[in-house]
């Protein structure tokens, strides 16, 4: 007969992250350009552009690095700040980051990476075929990605700066990645152990949170039906529905507080219960 685990036996949880989302840029959308079959001519929530920071004592994990103004005066974005300097405000100088997570390679997820020169950057084996492949002769798919910003992540690939993943893959007990695809083929979240249980950065897996609940596709997506498995694997992996920030909804500044009174309107803290 089997017995029960004592308590001193049972796995100790990891020691919780951090977790802080900081908006550097916005811009107006039209109802059909966040979700697909959607009425052009209605408004939308406006779009908010994030960078993600999780950070445990001496372990830093910067997710995503955004897009820089002259990148936002090419695609009519409103710039607000770069996010190097809201990381600065959290205490993190982009100069001194050792661990770069992109969750694909989209020009505002990847752009700003040369601000980073002592990262390691941690991709989906998928994501990187899928930007160099057949795909990219096609405007529908090339659209969203910047050529130059691409052939810079071969550059660090050929320099040894990119680590490569396949699916899932835990970076540290409390920090793990996870494949869904579905927007890009090698879309990643990220799934981390904080004070209130698993969150999951969503990324581009659910750009709104609308998108999920609705079960209302984005419109730039490599595959329709991946995303829609995507939306199930988000729940999987959180501690429950409410624990998956999506990648760029608005809602995620009213939703969560300013950690402190100079990031109000720019950072939040997403390791606490969100409001609503």
Known sequence: MSRKATPAELPAAPAPFEVYAIRYATVERSSAENFIGADP??????MDYFVWLARRSSEVFVIDTGFNEAAARRRRREFLRSPVAGL?????????????????????????????????????????????GRY???GFFAAAYEVDEVVAMVRNVYAGRVEFHDGDAQLVPGLSLHRVGGHTQGLQVVRIWTRIGWIVLASDASHYT????????????????????????????????????????????????????????????LDAEPAG
């Open 88 to 132: 600065k405000e959290l205490g993190v100088e982009a100069a001194d980051v050792e661990n770069v997570i992109i969750t694909h390679l989209h020009y505002d997820h990847v752009g700003n990476f040369d601000l980073f020169p002592s990262a390691r950057f941690h991709l989906q084996d998928r994501e990187l075929a899928y930007a160099t």
């Open 210 to 269: 609308a998108n999920m609940q609705e079960a209302r596709p984005f419109p730039i997506v490599a595959d329709v039906t991946e995303m829609v498995d995507g939306w199930r694997r988000l729940r999987e992996l959180a501690s429950s529905p409410r624990h998956i920030v999506p990648g760029h909804d608005p809602a995620v500044m009213r939703r969560y507080g300013a950690p402190t009174p100079a990031l109000e309107g720019l950072a939040v803290r």
């Open 41 to 46: 001519h209605e408004r939308a929530a406006r």
């Open 136 to 138: 990219m002769a096609t």
